[in-house]
Antibody
């Protein structure tokens, strides 16, 4: 079964750090773009970051540039999101999503994890 | 940044009726537009990719059309499980962006 399972969410104070992880199974992880998408409580979806199959290209939404870092370990079939300098507006459910196997561009997100909640509050 | 505007914000319909959802892009995204369905407490599910292609396992009552800046998701006859929020998303330019969503609710 194709599956993504996120972990690492929790409560953190403003200015703090958190590392999210996403474990993939059931497919050839190294062949796919991977992404993080978030959803603030009661709000819509916001794409956060993408990483190419070999890690050579990474893209971020402007609001997290310089604070968040996406990375992957193809040997362990996992993708991570290191989040530093967290702000209240980063509070959201964070989803890991699979972004297609094209080498040249990310595709639509066809597989999603169940999400992990991040709350930034004092 | 490409802004995606979805309309209407809420659509009130009865089971069996036809639903027509719109997504308008602030500039051309060619055919690189996807539609997702999200139910409360669940992750989004991919319905349509590249404007008109149904994802694996998606029923034929879901169809997508459009190109450039104007796109439509049509649900030909609403089933009880179709009442949910629907989002469009473009992949033509970075940053990837989502529309604000359309809630399809039971009338």
């Amino acid at each position: 079964e194709v599956q993504l399972v996120e972990s690492g969410g929790g409560l953190v104070q403003p200015g703090g750090s958190l590392r999210l992880s996403c474990a993939a199974s059931g497919f050839t992880f190294s062949s796919f773009w991977m992404s993080w998408v978030r959803q603030a409580p009661g709000k819509g979806l916001e794409w956060v970051a993408n990483i190419k199959q070999d890690g050579s290209e990474k893209y971020y939404v402007d609001s997290v540039k310089g604070r968040f870092t996406i990375s992957r370990d193809n040997a362990k079939s996992s993708v991570s999101l290191q989040m530093n300098s967290l702000r209240a507006e980063d509070t959201a459910v964070y989803y890991c999503a699979r972004g297609g196997s094209s080498w040249y561009n990310v595709d639509a997100f066809d597989i999603w994890g169940q999400g992990t909640m991040v709350t930034v509050s004092s | 940044e490409i802004v995606l505007t979805q309309s209407p914000a809420t659509l009130s319909l009865s089971p069996g009726e036809r639903a027509t959802l719109s997504c308008r892009a602030s500039q051309s995204v060619r055919s690189y537009l996807a539609w997702y369905q999200q139910k409360p407490g669940q992750a989004p599910r991919l319905l349509i990719y590249d404007a008109s292609n149904r994802a694996t396992g998606i029923p034929a009552r879901f169809s997508g059309s459009g190109s450039g800046t104007d796109f439509t998701l049509t649900i030909s006859g609403l089933e009880p499980e179709d009442f949910a929020v629907y989002y469009c998303q473009q992949r033509n330019n970075w940053p990837l962006t989502f529309g604000g969503g359309t809630k399809v609710e039971i009338k």
